[in-house]
């Protein structure tokens, strides 16, 4: 169940790049979002690069610009794993139609240079109906995966809205992250109860201001409210993800 958490989250970092460009939607709407990672060796991140500049940059800003999709971004991890990815893309539409539409336009073009040098591949089609969108452009993000407890899943979302969304949204209108939600698989590759909270930031410094804030928040808790919090998740399944937004797109 570990080594299953930990390819995942490194899947659903990029998912949440996409919600996270997503402009003054309502966080009741439903985004679908598309993830596609490689593991790429390292002499062949260059290449890797310049296939995305040349082949999903330009479908995925048509598509944006034509309604298709409401925010795309490609992205490369800052953090390496053994068996984690190196590099992605990801894009969101309201219709499971519109991740459609643009990954059979990307597969036209058939496997670049870049993406036939991966040693592994993998794609995630998650969704999320909880979010809030900031202001700026992402540069950085950071992605917290857990087990929610399998019998009451909702109990987590539950926890997560009375006890660190009043922290996420204060610091979002301070600046120090552009987005935050919580995505959960729509195709189910793995245990449904997963849930990953993901976090855009404008720069390295919002990073630093979100964790001092959050831990401030925490350390404010009563012995009943840690209770909650941990009552809620499955013990030691956390794991994080941290990237680079390399190019974004959103209405």
């Keep these: 169940m570990m080594k299953w958490i930990t390819g995942l989250v490194v899947v659903v970092l990029a998912v949440v790049i996409v919600p996270a460009a997503i402009s003054q939607m309502e966080s009741t709407q439903r985004v679908y979002t598309y993830v596609g990672q490689f593991q790429v060796p390292r002499a062949n991140w260059a290449a890797y690069?310049?296939?995305?500049?040349?082949?999903?940059?330009?479908?995925?800003?048509?598509?944006?610009?034509?309604?298709?999709?409401?925010?795309?971004?490609?992205?490369?991890?800052?953090?390496?794993?053994?068996?984690?990815?190196?590099?992605?893309?990801?894009?969101?539409?309201t219709s499971i139609a519109g991740l459609m539409k643009v990954l059979d336009e990307v597969r036209k073009n058939g496997p670049r240079p870049g993406q036939i040098a991966a040693t592994k591949h993998e794609d995630l089609l998650m969704q999320s109906t909880m979010y809030?969108?900031?202001?700026?452009?992402?540069?950085?993000?950071?992605?917290?995966?857990?087990?929610?407890?399998?019998?009451?899943?909702?109990?987590?979302?539950?926890?997560?809205k009375k006890l660190l969304v009043p922290t996420f949204d204060e610091q979002l209108k301070k600046g120090a992250a552009t987005f935050?939600?919580?995505?959960?698989?729509?195709?189910?590759?793995g245990a449904p109860s997963l849930r990953c909270v993901v976090i855009d930031y404008p720069d390295a410094g919002g990073m630093d201001k979100w964790a001092a804030a959050?831990?401030?928040?925490?350390?404010?808790?009563?012995?009943?409210?840690?209770?909650?919090?941990?009552?809620?998740?499955?013990?030691?399944?956390?794991?994080?993800?941290?990237?680079?937004?390399?190019?974004?797109?959103?209405?």
């Design 49 to 93: 690069a310049e296939d995305t500049d040349k082949t999903f940059v330009p479908i995925a800003e048509k598509a944006l610009a034509d309604g298709t999709i409401v925010s795309w971004s490609t992205f490369e991890h800052i953090i390496h794993t053994p068996e984690g990815y190196t590099h992605g893309s990801a894009w969101s539409s």
């Design 132 to 160: 809030h969108t900031g202001s700026g452009t992402p540069t950085y993000f950071r992605v917290v995966c857990q087990m929610a407890k399998a019998d009451k899943p909702e109990a987590y979302t539950t926890m997560l």
């Design 180 to 189: 935050w939600g919580v995505d959960e698989q729509y195709v189910n590759t």
């Design 214 to 251: 959050i831990n401030t928040t925490m350390g404010k808790w009563t012995a009943a409210e840690r209770a909650e919090f941990t009552g809620a998740t499955v013990a030691d399944s956390r794991r994080d993800i941290m990237g680079r937004v390399t190019h974004s797109g959103h209405k």
